[in-house]
């Protein structure tokens, strides 16, 4: 499985953002997706994760409210809208497939990782 995230790119403070992550195959339908982030100089973090069915999804303390996931299965895409972004929102963003069902936020859960895109916040 293979896959793809966009969408970065340099935003104000305050502005928007919508990533995107495609997959290669039809298999992540089943399974739970996350989206993760590094920022330079620190640890990956997990984001955000949703179940197969978008029946559950999971947030972060640091983008409750301003951040939401989603996914449309028939088109093995997952989504993740930003809004009121900060500039300690930047990193390079990373979409995952969990190896089971469930959009879990432990990132040992997830198999495949998928290549990053860049998202700068200016103050």
């Known amino acids: 499985v293979q896959l793809q995230a966009s969408g970065g790119g340099l935003v104000q403070a305050g502005g928007s953002l919508r990533l995107s992550c495609t997959a290669s195959k039809r298999t992540t339908s089943n399974n739970g997706m996350g989206w993760f982030r590094q920022a330079p100089g620190k640890d990956r973090e997990i984001v955000a994760a949703?179940?197969?069915?978008?029946?559950?999804?999971n947030y972060a303390d640091s983008v409750k409210g301003r951040f939401t996931i989603s996914r449309d299965n028939a088109k093995s895409a997952v989504y993740l809208q930003m809004n009121n972004l900060k500039p300690e929102d930047t990193a390079v963003y990373y979409c995952?497939?969990?190896?089971?069902?469930?959009?879990?936020?432990?990132?040992?859960?997830?198999?495949?990782w998928g290549k990053g895109t860049l998202v700068t916040v200016s103050s």
């Open positions: 949703i179940n197969w069915n978008s029946d559950g999804a």
């Open positions: 995952a497939a969990a190896r089971g069902a469930i959009g879990s936020m432990d990132s040992t859960m997830y198999r495949y």
